[in-house]
């Protein structure tokens, strides 16, 4: 009974993941940086694939200009693309916060094809880039209460075998 129990939990395996990117932030990866510009910055990011909340943090310095504006944009790695979220980050460093996306950008997220870009005055289409790449498969998502009942599944068959295993020795000694 008690691996039957267990073999249900086990099967009912969370289809919600932690999903973590690394953002790396350059000027050779912006597509419109002017000469002379510069900075550079890193960060993480994560998407829980549950409820779609993509959530970044990352910092950058040395930029050529003042800021004006960042925000993600959709495009592969080199390839300029539209502003997808959220409209504009608050200005300065670091960028932390989060939004929920939709099911289509975050596919888009998962198939790295979203960048962080950080626009200037030096450099109005974008300064400095960085490509949002996933790293790792993703970390399941289990509710708490899932957790506890999985842990005392396993502790009762492991009870339930050393009981079947002390009884057939017993067994075997008469």
């Known amino acids: 009974m008690p691996i039957l129990l267990m073999v249900l939990v086990l099967s009912a395996a969370p289809s919600a993941y932690a999903v973590d990117f690394t953002i790396s932030l350059d000027v050779a990866q912006a597509t419109t940086a002017q000469p002379g510009a510069s900075g550079s910055g890193m960060g993480t990011a994560t998407l829980d694939t549950a409820t779609n909340l993509f959530s970044w943090d990352f910092e950058y310095s040395d930029l050529a200009g003042a800021e004006v504006a960042a925000h993600f944009h959709k495009g592969a790695p080199g390839v300029p693309g ?10 300065g460093s670091p960028k932390i916060g989060s939004v929920t996306v939709d099911a289509g950008q975050a596919a888009d997220i998962l198939a ?11 450099s ?3 300064e400095i880039r960085g490509q949002v790449v996933q790293v790792g ?10 957790l ?3 842990a005392l599944l396993l502790l009762g068959a492991a009870l339930w075998l050393i009981r079947r295993r002390t009884f057939a020795d017993a067994k075997a000694r008469v």
């Open 82 to 91: 539209a502003i997808e979220s959220p409209p504009d980050l608050l200005s």
């Open 112 to 122: 790295n094809l979203w960048y962080a870009n950080i626009h200037t005055d030096h």
């Open 124 to 126: 109005f289409g974008g």
């Open 137 to 146: 498969g993703g970390v399941p998502l289990l509710p708490l209460p899932a």
């Open 148 to 150: 506890a009942l999985l």
